[in-house]
């Protein structure tokens, strides 16, 4: 029973663990924001 409760809340951890890792990688990418350019008179 105690293996059994250690290996699901391992499961769930590493479950846990991706997904904050998917997240991570994700949020990293951040458009690059370009000014308008300005016509000179």
Do not use: F, H, V
């Amino acid at each position: 029973m105690a293996d059994n409760y250690i290996e699901r809340q391992y499961e769930q951890y590493e479950a846990r663990k991706a997904a904050w890792e998917k997240a991570r990688k994700l949020g990293k990418k951040k458009l690059k924001t370009t000014r308008p350019k300005t016509k000179k008179d």
